[in-house]
């Protein structure tokens, strides 16, 4: 089992910066793909970015290619979203999830049901 408690959000100018946080808790952490998702008021969960067990395989959705990198520090038990150039509809709750086990194998997972380990989200606002 793993359990992830994401940080990093706040309040900030369009065009700025922010990087995002996922602490998680589990001795499998280091083998799981992970993945960032994003969900603004009346949509649903959409995937931003994914990042497989080693760090060297990184998917992004197309509304943030070129503005974000995710990241892992393994040692840390730590993934990351740096988010640069920020947007106004940048504006969601951000989750962090670690993909199942059931699922073998290096794609592109922007199913949100191919994740598990959701935590309570941290909140990123962009003002124009």
């Known amino acids: 089992q793993v359990q992830l408690v994401e940080s990093g959000g706040g309040l900030v100018q369009a065009g700025g910066s922010l990087r995002l946080s996922c602490a998680a808790s589990g001795s499998t952490f280091s083998m799981k793909d992970m993945a960032w998702f994003r969900q603004a008021p009346g949509k649903e969960r959409e995937f931003v970015a994914q990042?497989?067990?080693?760090?060297?395989?990184?998917a992004y959705a197309g509304s943030v290619k070129g503005r974000c990198a995710i990241s892992r520090d393994n040692a840390k038990n730590t993934v990351f979203l740096q988010m640069n150039g920020l947007k106004p509809e940048d504006t969601a709750v951000y989750y962090c999830a670690a993909r199942k086990q059931e699922f073998a194998g290096w794609r592109t997972a922007a199913d949100p049901d191919e994740y598990d380990g959701w935590g309570q989200g941290t909140q990123v606002t962009v003002s124009s």
């Open positions: 990042i497989n067990w080693s760090g060297g395989l990184k």
